[in-house]
């Protein structure tokens, strides 16, 4: 991961069919293909949250990413927010 400076995250909500598609899985693959930190996990509303942190072009992929998702899902909106979190993720992880 680059200086902190050069690094940008962002809070993504992906909502439609993105719960029990392995959605997670395949997206904590993507970001360590991509060198992205942070999290995914799903939301109580069956939307998934994610938060991914990386150079802005790493970024920019997993995000036009998250937009389609794994090839079982149907996503209906990916709405992203630019964050700064307290501490900056050291790898990508999946909550259960």
């Known amino acids: 991961m680059s200086p902190q ?10 909502s439609g069919h993105v719960q029990g598609v392995c959605f ?10 991509l060198d992205i930190t942070g999290w995914v996990k799903n939301l109580p509303d069956g939307n998934v ?15 036009a990413w998250l937009a389609v998702g794994p090839e079982h899902a149907r ?18 992880s999946v909550s259960y």
Do not use: M, W
């Open 5 to 14: 400076s050069t690094t940008r995250c962002l809070r993504v909500v992906v």
């Open 24 to 33: 997670r899985h395949y997206t904590r693959q993507k970001a360590n293909e």
């Open 49 to 63: 949250e994610a938060l991914i942190c990386g150079q802005s072009e790493q970024v920019d992929a997993i995000l």
């Open 75 to 92: 996503v209906t909106n990916c709405n992203a927010t630019h964050c700064t979190p307290v501490a900056l993720p050291d790898n990508f």
